[in-house]
């Protein structure tokens, strides 16, 4: 890598990164004045002048006819063979890299890899964007953001039909402008934190996840022994099982719509704490598929006792889950969070535990 390269992160041919730069300063000012799940209409979804999409046009627009080779897939790309992942673009795992290079190798320029890191920055809530870095970091044995990741390109940046996917250890994350219209995220997403090792002690020190499961297990705190009785369930789910049921499907645990008011205002509270950490156009995404299914009052919370770290009932797995929306924390070991949200219960599932 030629060091005079890190001498102009901002000047990356047809892209302007303090033009990106200035666009995610006016995000961070709106996410902050985000309302909580529910409680507005939604106007607003990611597209593809968004400033993650800009910079993944940007980019793609750098890559040298090798580079594309190997990074860059047609949109409907099926990876077969005994290993094969299938549809590429759709896939999600927990720990698993969808191309080899690595975003901090020789085989991008520090350009292009500045470019990528704002793809990164765009997706994330600029007040996340400190404990995501720690996340990744502690992850990858201390590793600097992007020397543990990797990315793939489907489709042609600013056309009809284009995503860009970004994988490691406990992170998939996409940037498709609404592409996938009846999806959030652009797809299914991961998210985890193994913060001190691998196993975990009851209260996940340092965990930057593990305040969404206390702020469920103050809903559990909330019920009475009835409705304790259905949500608290004695075997976890395998962890890919996030399909989608559709609206005649059998939700575990107790349906939301068995919940008081009060109780339903703190499940308002933990759906906020979900998504938060999330850029502000994928949190009104969220919003609109899950209102489009009838909202919160659709859903069920679980929770499951067997995975109990410590045996302090405070539970480490649990899961939000509704006609097409699924949102499964594992604590046990440590945090796995698997998420499926879509308009249409009809999408198929890519996953692998």
């Known amino acids: 890598m030629n060091p005079k390269e890190r001498e102009c992160p901002d000047c990356a041919e047809g892209f302007d990164r303090r033009g990106f730069l200035r666009t995610v300063g006016v995000t961070a000012a709106a996410t902050a004045a985000v309302p909580l ?18 910079a993944v046009k940007g980019l793609y ?32 795992s927990n720990n698993w890299q969808i191309t080899k290079p690595h975003i901090k190798s020789d085989f991008y320029t520090a350009k292009q890899q500045d470019i990528i890191h704002d793809v990164f920055r765009g997706l994330i809530n600029p007040d996340w964007y400190t404990k995501v ?3 990744l970091k502690d ?48 797809g299914p997403i991961f ?33 009475d022994d009835k409705q304790r009785a259905k949500a ?19 939700f575990p645990g107790l349906p939301v719509t068995d919940m008081s008011g009060d109780q339903k205002k703190e499940m308002q509270k933990v759906l906020a704490m979900l998504i938060e950490h999330y ?3 994928d949190q009104d995404k969220v919003q609109d598929c899950l209102k489009k299914h009838g909202g919160l009052d659709k859903c069920s919370l679980s929770f499951y006792s067997d995975e109990d770290i410590g045996g302090d009932e405070v539970w480490d797995n649990w ?28 999408v198929k599932l890519n996953a692998r535990g």
């Not at 090798?66 to 896939?91: S, Y």
């Not at 913060?195 to 909330?222: R, S």
């Not at 889950?321 to 009809?346: C, I, L, M, T």
């Open 232 to 250: 608290l369930l004695p075997h976890t789910p395998k962890e890919a099982a996030v399909q989608f049921q559709g609206p005649k499907g059998q």
């Open 139 to 186: 992850d990858t044995g201390g590793k600097p953001w992007g020397a543990d990741q990797s990315i793939a390109i489907f489709g042609k940046p600013g056309d009809d039909k284009f995503e860009f996917v970004m994988t490691g250890r406990h992170m998939t994350l996409r940037a498709d402008g609404n592409t996938e219209a009846q999806m959030a995220f652009g």
């Open 319 to 346: 899961r939000l889950e509704g006609p097409s929306f699924v949102w499964y924390f594992r604590g046990n070991p440590h945090v796995h969070v698997w998420v499926n949200v879509a308009d249409d219960p009809s």
């Open 133 to 135: 870095t720690k996340q």
């Open 279 to 281: 850029r502000t156009e």
């Open 191 to 223: 998210y985890g934190h193994a913060a001190e090792g691998f196993n975990e002690k009851a209260d996940h020190p340092g965990n930057v996840y593990w305040p969404q499961a206390l702020e469920a297990n103050k809903v559990y705190k909330m019920l």
């Open 61 to 92: 627009d750098s890559l040298t006819e090798e580079q594309h080779k190997v990074i860059c897939f047609d949109w409907n790309f099926m990876e077969k063979g005994e290993k094969g992942r299938g549809l590429l673009r759709t896939f999600v």
């Open 37 to 54: 799940l529910g409680t507005v209409p939604v106007e607003a979804a990611p597209t593809k002048n968004s400033v993650a999409e800009t």
